[in-house]
């Protein structure tokens, strides 16, 4: 079951709402009592997390009773939840704001990811930009696009680099222990550049065509679920290095996003000694 116009339309505005109302008012105005540590100094949350997150999950319960809502603040609170992604008809996981220690430190690399899932398969993905008021969307099987404010939806396409060294690619230095940091870094002297983005931007970059490809060492469904549909319906290719399917039910694995076959296999030759 894809969703309708008309449903996505409301997502899109409760999304935009939220952004307006809650995240942006807080962006460069938190308070030090506002922010909190998760689990390390880099894994934060602040008021605007949790507060947008509620406001999202109350406005879809009242339009949408029957689905299930999983969102990364209420799992951390509640892990048990992340069950109802493999086992609910419909399930829509939300990260009211990924990127959240740029957010907390006042830089605006941070974003909206919401995914709606049926039957453990993501249908509708939608990675949006707070700063800009914009976002890439897809409906499963009618590709990816770019929506600016005030102007046409932009459908995107993917165009394949397969020459190692000419690649722009996303990793995650810095949120891995130390020793798959240094592994990472050496692996990284093979490309053009390299860039660390939080999940809504990494594949924002990869579906706008700006990056090459993206290698993530973490499987939260929130970071993935997404981006991974955007960018197949953008032309991209995404497996987990051991070469199985991304599923948004997958609690672990290394997942490598590319924008062809041909360019998956050559980087994950490349990856081959795993991080």
Known sequence: ?????????????????????????????LDADQIARKSTQLDLVTVADQACERYIAEKVADEFPDWSIVGEEAVADTPERLKDIATAETC?????????WNFANGLSDFGVIIAVVVKGVTVFGLLYDPV?????????GEGAFLV????????LSVTPELEIEKMLGILSFYSYAPEVNRQLAVKSTAFARTHSLPSCHAYRQLAIDHFNF?????????????????????G?????????????TMPN????IAQSKEQWEKLAEWFEVEP
């Open 1 to 29: 079951m894809n969703l309708n116009k008309d449903s996505q339309a409301i997502i899109i505005n409760i999304v935009r709402n939220a952004a307006r109302d809650i995240i942006m008012p807080h962006f460069r105005h």
């Open 92 to 100: 829509m996981i939300i990260d009211p704001i990924d990127g959240t």
């Open 132 to 140: 800009h008021d914009d976002y890439v969307y897809a409906n499963k």
């Open 148 to 155: 600016r404010p005030d102007s046409e939806p932009v459908s």
């Open 214 to 234: 993206g290698l993530f060492l973490k499987m939260n469904p929130w970071d993935h679920a997404a981006g991974v549909m955007i960018l197949e319906e953008a």
């Open 236 to 248: 991209g290719y995404c497996r987990l290095l051991n070469g199985s399917e991304y599923s948004p």
């Open 253 to 256: 694995g290394k997942l490598l």
